[in-house]
C-alpha cells in the first residue's frame, strides 16, 4: 500500500479498504503521514 501509493503520488488508502486488505493501523498511519492528495477518479471504475 505505501509503496503504491508512493509510486502514484496519490493516498490509495480507500482502495485498498474497499478491497478489504487486512493491514494494521499503523500502516495506514504512515500512508496518512505521507500527506499525499485523495486519488480524482474511482480507482474501482478503471478497467483495461
Known sequence: ???SSKA???NLKDFFIQWD???PQ???DALD???LPDPTIDL???RE
Open 1 to 3: 500500500m505505501l509503496v
Open 8 to 10: 502514484s503520488g496519490h
Open 21 to 23: 486488505f487486512k493491514l
Open 26 to 28: 499503523e500502516d495506514f
Open 33 to 35: 503521514a505521507l500527506n
Open 44 to 46: 474501482l471504475r478503471l
